[in-house]
Structure formats: structure tokens, C-alpha cells
């Protein structure tokens, strides 16, 4: 198979969620090596994934790499150009799919080792701190919105020397998860949470529970409109 913007997209997801979600199980999931390490370790790990993310994409054939459905939408509304809307979107619910079934595999022992089931479904999907939906929704607006300004930002900014964009990005997405991340797990990715969360109701995962559909939605919608929302924005007020 030759690189292509699709296999880049798809390939940087799944890197994308194999290192992310993979955090997450090292931190919650029963006896393993990272078992408890906390929220710092969780947004570290998940600057990280990004940043590999990143390479992965642009070493397979998608010099973009935007690895996330907010980003694709975002930069359609920006530049009208909605050509590889539908192509991206569908390499990287595929890929972030793919990577929730890595960490799976990966971590196979200690599924059955973790008794909650809730603990196992935070290894795939994010969930409210708090329940409550106007809030959750406008929280993961909120950071989607900061998430597609930065990265804006970041593309205006010209005294960032050649490739070292990458790490910028990764930087972005620490500090979003450190600051704002608190609320709803920062999905502030369609992909990264609805991907996975079939993975999660597709998979004979050891003593899981329901994948929490009826939340599901605000990590997919919230993220698309706040990434519309930026991009409005960011048409009006740029020079």
C-alpha cells in the first residue's frame, strides 16, 4: 500500500489513540506498572500521543495531519475547501477504532484484573467529572475552540523553526489537558472518543459495562461545533 493523506490519517489516529487511550490504561486499570499515577500523567501522555501522532501522519502521506475531525472541519471552514472532508474523517474513525483495539490487546490481563467497569470504559471513551449536559457540552466547546485558535497560532506564528511545529502542538494539547481537561476528560476529538467507544461495545472486554451512549454524543457534537465556532471566528478577526 502507497502513503496516501488517507493511510497518513488513519496511521497517525491509530497511533494517535494507541499511545493516548494506552495511558490512560497504564494509570487506571489494576496492576500494572502505572497503575494510579494521576491526571498529570494522563494529559502527558496525551501531548506525547499527538506529537507522535503527528509524525506518524506526515511520514505515511498526510503532510496535514490533523488526526482529529475537529481539525479537518476547522480548516474546511477556514479555507471553504471541503474536498477531503469525508476522506479524513473516515481514516481517522477507522484508525482511532484500530488503536482502541491495540490497547486492548495490549493490556489483556488486566481487564479482568479491574473490577470497575468504569474504570475500563475510561480506558476507551471520556466521561463527565459531573453529569450535567449543558455544562459538559460547553466545556468540550470551550476547548475545541482554544484547541483550533492555538493551532492557528501556532501555523501564523514564523519564527518556529522547520518541524518543530509538532511539538508545539503536542505542548497544546498538555496545557488544554492540564487546564481544562478537568470537566469532561478534554475529548475535544470526535474521533478519539466515538471510535473507541465502539471499540468498547464491540469488543468481549472482561467485565465491562455499558459504553454510556447516552453521554456519547457531547465529545462528538461539542468538539464539531466548537471547531466551527473557531473557525468563524478566526475568519473574522484575522488579518
Not at 14 to 21: A, I, P, S, Y
Not at 135 to 164: H, K, R
Request: glycine letters at 14%.
Amino acid at each position: 500500500m502507497t502513503s496516501s493523506p488517507f493511510l497518513g490519517e488513519l496511521l497517525g489516529t491509530l497511533v494517535l489513540m494507541l499511545l493516548g487511550d494506552g495511558v490512560v490504561a497504564n494509570v487506571v486499570l489494576k496492576q500494572t506498572k502505572g497503575n494510579g499515577g494521576g491526571w498529570i500523567v494522563i494529559a502527558t501522555g496525551w501531548g506525547l500521543a499527538v506529537l507522535m501522532g503527528i509524525f506518524t501522519a506526515q511520514a505515511f502521506g498526510s503532510p496535514e495531519a490533523h488526526i482529529n475531525p475537529a481539525v479537518t472541519l476547522g480548516n474546511a471552514v477556514m479555507s471553504g475547501d471541503y474536498s477531503n472532508v469525508l476522506s479524513f474523517i473516515t481514516a481517522q474513525m477507522i484508525g482511532a477504532f484500530l488503536g482502541a483495539v491495540l490497547v486492548w490487546i495490549h493490556y489483556m490481563p488486566h481487564w479482568a484484573a479491574t473490577e470497575d467497569p468504569a474504570d475500563k470504559l475510561a480506558c476507551f471513551a471520556t466521561g463527565p467529572a459531573i453529569r450535567a449536559t449543558g455544562p459538559n457540552f460547553v466545556s468540550e466547546v470551550l476547548a475545541t475552540l482554544f484547541l483550533i485558535v492555538g493551532l492557528y497560532g501556532i501555523g501564523q506564528t514564523e519564527a518556529i523553526p522547520p518541524g518543530f511545529g509538532p511539538y508545539l502542538v503536542g505542548m497544546l494539547v498538555w496545557s488544554i489537558g492540564l487546564s481544562l481537561g478537568g470537566p469532561t476528560g478534554y475529548a475535544v476529538n470526535p474521533a478519539r472518543d466515538l471510535g473507541p467507544r465502539v471499540a468498547h461495545a464491540l469488543l468481549p472486554i472482561a467485565g465491562k459495562g455499558p459504553s454510556d451512549w447516552a453521554y456519547g454524543w457531547i465529545p462528538v457534537v461539542g468538539p464539531f461545533v466548537g471547531a466551527a465556532v473557531a473557525a468563524v471566528l478566526l475568519g473574522l478577526f484575522s488579518v
